[in-house]
């Protein structure tokens, strides 16, 4: 039974690498007042980044994946300084952001359990990589849902919430 779930949930969470498409929250419209650095997700499967706050500075890359968590560091008139989870520093348009929470399994295959506990049975198996939405984050433990499954991850599974960061 645990083999076929793992082998399910491996299959499921692996299409969802493929992006979350779930509807975005408030975007960083106006974001002047919001703190720095926060995290946000990409609304576009195609984002320029650009080398500075403008569109006369070079595209240094192009994201092709909406929902990709990112972190906003830096902010100048409509422009946002964005890091990605690879430390990728670069400038995008706010209108190209969204509230929308969501982060990326790290390290290896980590397992979604039904509860926040490593005791917990597991719901489903996630490679590296894969796209999931943050539901909330309390302590050492955030739900998540990715194609369907809902479980629980620690936090340091994941990259796109802070340490200390209680979501809700």
């Keep these: 039974m645990l083999r076929k779930l793992r082998a399910l949930g491996l299959i499921a969470l692996m299409v969802a690498a493929s992006g979350v498409h779930a509807a975005h929250a408030a975007d960083d419209q106006g974001g002047d007042a919001l703190p720095l650095p926060r995290f946000a997700?990409?609304?576009?499967?195609?984002?320029?980044?650009?080398?500075?706050?403008?569109?006369?500075?070079?595209?240094?890359?192009?994201?092709?994946?909406?929902?990709?968590?990112?972190?906003?560091?830096?902010?100048?008139?409509?422009?946002?300084?964005?890091?990605?989870?690879?430390?990728?520093?670069?400038?995008?348009?706010?209108?190209?952001?969204?509230?929308?929470?969501?982060?990326?399994?790290?390290?290896?295959?980590?397992?979604?359990?039904?509860e926040p506990s490593e005791s917990a049975s597991g719901v489903a198996l996630a490679e590296p990589g894969v796209l999931v939405e943050l539901k909330t984050c309390v302590d050492a433990w955030c739900e998540v849902s990715a194609r369907g499954y809902t479980g629980w991850l620690r936090r340091d599974e994941i990259w796109g919430v802070y340490p200390n960061e209680t979501l809700q």
């Excluded at 080398?51 to 929902?67: D, H, K, L, N, S």
């Design 41 to 114: 997700s990409l609304k576009s499967n195609e984002v320029n980044l650009r080398a500075g706050p403008g569109q006369r500075y070079p595209i240094e890359w192009v994201y092709r994946r909406a929902g990709h968590p990112v972190e906003i560091v830096a902010q100048f008139d409509v422009w946002r300084q964005i890091k990605d989870s690879e430390g990728t520093l670069g400038w995008v348009h706010q209108s190209l952001l969204s509230g929308q929470r969501t982060a990326l399994i790290t390290g290896g295959v980590q397992s979604l359990r039904v």
